[in-house]
């Protein structure tokens, strides 16, 4: 497969472009690229003619193409996009009056197998690229005419797939979109949500570059999480709650909790009782996300009074927030990305 232009950072340009071109070619394509966002290197005419047709006789621009898109009654955007592979993976945006976020995949399909979540029933394909991850962001940016020097951006890698299974193509992919020189976001404007790989969650925390983190709690003792995540016979709650007070937070952030309620099953008080005390001592903030619904999946979404009252609980500990559904009329919100083709999604009540 020929290499992509998109995902390399200017080391990875200068050593494409061989020693026979001068060192500043490769900070131009990279400002053409990333910063400028110029869809071909043939448009960059400060490029010499014979430069840019070596370029693109060996190798790919390495943008994602757009197979489908589904439109969500409430204005989210999920995108379908193929890959050089053929395959194709999911990336959201959802447009709101004062930001607009920005969901993308680490993996095709996941490997973790989260009891509540579509992408689950999957597996893992793969692992992406960095340019893949790169080109995703590009993709929406480009497509809806968003700049980071204008708009409130942000970015979550919580679609496809376990983004700490995949550490060193995100970590180079944070590089390339934080860099002034590159895509331009702010660290504080990347968030990658982890279900607990503790190692690696370590590993971040070393990292001179990256997003801020968050973990999918979803259960309050270790066997209720067990059931839910099975991963956690890995990585228990005890040592995943010790590991988080360890984690080297920066002094602007705090880490996010991200609690799925599925109803009758980690939904009470006394779940939120045990979630507050367990969150207590660490400096970080709550989101809890009511099921979102899908075929397949043997829970049922809870009420908003019952998610309320458990907000209220946890709330007297650490801060807590609902995260508001987005597209799930089109398989969009957090759990659904599973690829669906065709239909719409029937809202739980």
């Known amino acids: 497969m020929t290499q992509a232009l998109v995902g390399m950072d200017v080391s990875d340009l200068r050593t494409a472009l061989g020693p026979e071109e001068p060192v500043f070619r490769a900070r131009q394509i990279y400002e053409a690229i990333y910063r400028q966002r110029t869809p071909g290197l043939d448009r960059v005419t400060t490029l010499p003619k014979a430069l840019r047709l070596r370029i693109e006789a060996n190798f790919e621009y390495g943008l994602p193409e757009q197979a489908a898109r589904y439109d969500s009654t409430d204005g989210t955007l999920r995108y379908l996009l193929k890959l050089a592979d053929e395959r194709t993976v999911e990336t959201v945006l959802m447009p709101e009056s004062d930001r607009n976020t920005i969901c993308i995949s680490s993996q095709i399909g996941c490997p973790v ?32 005419n968003l700049r980071t020097d204008v708009h409130r951006l942000n970015i979550v890698m919580m ?34 949500s982890t279900s607990g790989i503790i190692p690696k969650m370590e590993e971040m925390g070393r990292a001179a570059v990256r997003p801020r983190l968050a973990i999918s709690l979803n259960g309050s003792t270790e066997e209720q999480r067990r059931e839910l995540m099975p991963i956690t016979a890995k990585y228990h709650l005890r040592d995943l709650m010790e590991a988080c007070k360890r984690y080297p937070l920066r002094p602007w952030e705090k880490l996010t909790f991200e609690h799925v309620l599925l109803a009758g099953v980690n939904d009470t008080d ?30 049922a979404t809870p009420s908003d009074e019952r998610v309320s009252s458990f907000q209220a609980i946890v709330r007297r500990s650490v801060p807590c927030f609902i995260r508001k559904p987005r597209g799930r009329d089109v398989y969009a919100a957090c759990g659904q990305l599973k690829r669906m083709e065709s239909g719409l999604v029937e809202l739980c009540p």
């Open 159 to 192: 679609g496809q797939g376990e983004p700490l299974l995949n550490l060193d193509n995100v970590l180079k992919a944070t590089r390339i979109l934080t860099d002034e020189a590159g895509v331009g976001f702010s660290p504080r404007r990347i968030t990658v």
């Open 270 to 299: 006394a779940d939120a009782r045990r979630v507050a005390k367990l969150l207590a001592n660490i400096n970080c903030k709550v989101n809890l996300i009511a099921l979102n619904p899908g075929p397949g999946i043997p829970y």
């Open 113 to 144: 197998n989260c009891r509540f979540c579509l992408t689950a029933l999957m597996g893992l394909e793969r692992n992406l690229t960095a340019g893949e991850i790169v080109g995703q962001v590009l993709f929406v940016l480009e497509q809806n």
